[in-house]
């Protein structure tokens, strides 16, 4: 089964004057709100493309370590991901870091980190985003 997923942006202004809100069609989640000015000086209030594309990172990643787990025979109590992209203004997206903590019972240190390189290797996100270096810490809690 192929599934299609949509978000939406209506976008007033220009660059650096202009902002907008982005919807998820699919879900119905949102609006969020979007400038410029959030996405090269950074918000605590207002998301960017990067957010939401590290958002879509951690979460993929998760669930690809949590699949590559189950099928080792380890599968994890919890699992907890925060990716950081880095956007740099006039060059663009330059990485994404991904820090996973994870319980996980029957599992040693090296094979975690062998099965969560997997998962990085594996996870859509990371392939779509093959242009940029991808980074992976990866712990045993």
């Not at 330059?94 to 996980?104: I, Y």
Request: some cysteine.
């Amino acid at each position: 089964m192929t599934v299609t997923s949509e978000a939406t942006t209506a976008w007033k202004g220009g660059l650096t004057d202009g902002s907008g809100e982005v919807r998820f069609v699919s879900s119905g989640q949102g609006p969020f709100d979007v400038d410029w000015k959030a996405r090269s000086e950074g918000s605590s209030t207002t998301t960017t493309p990067e957010e939401l594309i590290a958002a879509a990172h951690a979460s993929c990643f998760s669930m690809a370590l949590s699949h590559e787990l189950g099928q080792n025979g380890t599968p994890p109590e919890s699992i907890d991901t925060t990716a950081s992209v880095t956007l740099k203004p006039g060059t663009g997206i330059t990485g994404s870091h991904l820090n996973v903590n994870a319980v996980v019972p029957g599992i040693d240190a090296e094979t975690f980190e062998r099965i969560a390189a997997a998962a990085k290797a594996g996870c859509p996100v990371s392939q779509a985003l093959a242009g940029i270096e991808i980074t992976l810490e990866a712990t045993l809690a």
